[in-house]
């Protein structure tokens, strides 16, 4: 496995194949917008016009796009990865979708002798420059094992989670602690902002006990420096918050924490911050 394909390069996805070239893969990137791609193309990775054209002769294609329809793109649309890649090749994605997409798409790989699976992630942008990303892994046990040394290039926590969906599956375990999480974050500040505390010393002790988790560590500062950066873009969480909704649905599963998230979230994107990164929840308290 040393011809890669990468298709997006966004928040994490940049980072992602910066670490591949270090560990001297051959790279070769497409994304919608090329100059988004230069810094990379500066680095040595390749350039391809369409997912066709870079998945063409690869020893794995990785993707990581934005929403389920454009996953559904690039792998079956024209100029999709189905069109060029060749057997034996691993079709491994890392967006975060719909299980039922992610069988569609290893039911597809079975028919043309290729390899898939949905190894959606975890970690940010933090997560992903420095190479520490959590990957939930669904389809079958043996391509999980052969594409693990080139997971673990950018990922540390790799677990294989079961059958062809499993990955994603996971993953919406993942973003509804974070929904809820978030929640309870921004309350605990602005609570200690309101008792007259020093958020900062408040969070020197809560970090190291029983409420301690990584949004605490990681964005709980930068939410009171005001700095709504996206590490992860609620436009994309919004997105993956109802996946986990629609699932539930299809369980019959109720879930009123993760419906007060998604409704609080929403609340955010028609305010127009959609693309500032999940800690910006805190815009929506009164926090002087």
Not at 13 to 34: F, M, N, P
Not at 101 to 123: F, Q, T
Not at 130 to 137: A, E, K, R
Not at 163 to 173: L, V
């Amino acid at each position: 496995m040393k011809t890669i394909a990468m298709i997006g390069t966004g928040v994490m996805g940049a980072s992602i194949v910066k670490h591949l070239l270090q560990a001297d893969y051959a790279v070769t990137v497409y994304t919608r917008t090329k100059e988004k791609a230069d810094p990379l193309l500066a680095l040595g990775a390749t350039w391809a016009t369409t997912p066709a054209e870079a998945a063409q002769g690869k020893d794995v294609v990785l993707t990581m796009v934005g929403y389920p329809s454009d996953v559904e793109e690039v792998y079956f649309g024209k100029q999709g990865i189905f069109e060029t890649a060749e057997p034996g090749a691993f079709l491994i994605d890392l967006t975060t979708s719909e299980p039922t997409l992610a069988k569609r798409i290893y039911s597809e790989a079975l028919k043309r002798n290729l390899h898939s699976l949905d190894a959606p992630v975890s970690g940010g942008d933090l997560g992903a420059q420095q190479g520490t990303l959590s990957i939930m892994v669904g389809g079958d046990e043996a391509d999980f094992e052969a594409a693990r040394p080139l997971l673990s290039v950018f990922g540390k926590n790799i677990v294989y989670q079961g059958q062809a969906g499993a990955g994603q599956h996971t993953k919406m375990c993942n973003q509804i602690v974070i929904a809820t999480g978030m929640i309870g974050i921004c309350e605990s500040m602005v609570y200690a902002k309101r008792a007259g505390l020093h958020p900062e010393t408040v969070l020197t002790s809560i970090t190291a006990g029983a409420a301690g988790s990584w949004g605490l560590s990681n964005l709980a500062p930068r939410m009171l420096q005001q700095d709504y950066a996206p590490g992860f873009y609620i436009k994309h969480f919004v997105k993956d918050m109802g996946i986990a909704l629609k699932e539930c649905a299809q369980m019959n599963l109720q879930l009123p924490g993760l419906l007060v998230a998604h409704e609080m979230y929403e609340e955010l994107i028609a305010a127009g911050y959609g693309d500032d990164g999940t800690q910006a929840i805190m815009k929506l308290y009164d926090v002087k």
